[in-house]
């Protein structure tokens, strides 16, 4: 398959290495977007070693970035300062451990219109993430759509970034079914720069990260999407726990849904 991805856990890492070794899935890493941890240099290369010191092929394995309070297209010099060191703690991490990719989100104001702080952040963005894929030549970026409301503006980040092969977008498919844009929208609209796919369920109100099947997402559209996409992405099925994996991985694969399909 080669496709799949899941989100390890220490304390069950054995769990984890059989779900992976089961359906050929890449681990995303996703104790490194927490600050407290990236400010513990001692608990960091703690957990850096711990997943090190598995044999395992780490190439193909992506890893979620500081997203929280990030803004690295503002106009204020300390905010940018403190976003861009947040950035690149997380692009040093997947540097060591030599993972193939680093999620970070749009994370821009939501509902402010104004058409020049569209374009500021659009332009901003293109040059941040440029000179970030030149310092970090072995790694891929992915911007995740967050709580954005339309795809547009990640799309035309995209749009402008489509020459750079180590770019591309991480459609996380419960924020658009939530976002109040029908999902459809985000589908069509980001079809040819989704390189990488966050899933899982919820009751269209909430980011819920209920497993798949036991929520409102129409999986169905969502499988005939990816069938018809062409580019076939990889895809992190992101819940909370392993239960929650298993159950999703289970109910996708009975339902052919892809990357099962």
Not at 57 to 67: L, P
Not at 130 to 141: A, V
């Amino acid at each position: 398959m080669g496709k799949l991805y899941c989100i390890p856990n220490i304390p069950e890492l054995d769990k984890y290495l059989g779900f992976s070794e089961k359906y050929d899935a890449g681990f995303e890493y996703n104790e490194f977007f927490i600050t407290e941890l990236l400010d513990d240099n001692f608990s960091l290369n703690r957990v850096m070693k711990e997943y090190m010191s598995v044999k395992r092929d780490r190439s193909r394995d992506t890893m979620h970035g500081a997203f929280l309070d990030i803004c690295i297209n503002s106009a204020d010099s300390k905010i940018f300062e403190v976003s861009d060191y947040r950035v690149r703690q997380c692009m040093d991490i997947a540097e060591k451990m030599g993972l193939k990719a680093v999620i970070f989100h749009t994370n821009y104001i939501v509902n402010f219109r104004l058409q020049s702080y569209i374009d500021s952040w659009t332009s901003r963005n293109e040059e941040y993430w440029r000179q970030i894929l030149k310092d970090y030549s072995g790694q891929c970026i992915y911007i995740e759509n967050m709580f954005d409301d339309k795809p547009y503006m990640l799309a035309e980040l995209a749009k402008r970034m489509a020459d750079e092969p180590r770019f591309g977008v991480c459609l996380d498919v419960a924020h658009a079914f939530i976002s109040g844009s029908p999902v459809s929208l985000w589908y069509n609209i980001l079809k040819p720069y989704v390189r990488h796919l966050h899933v899982n369920d919820n009751d269209g109100n909430e980011d819920l990260h209920n497993p798949a099947g036991t929520g409102s997402l129409d999986w169905k559209e969502f499988n005939n999407w990816c069938q018809q996409s062409g580019s076939q992405p990889s895809i992190l099925i992101e819940v909370r726990n392993f239960m929650d994996l298993k159950t999703s991985a289970e109910y996708m694969q009975k339902n052919k849904i892809y990357p099962f399909g």
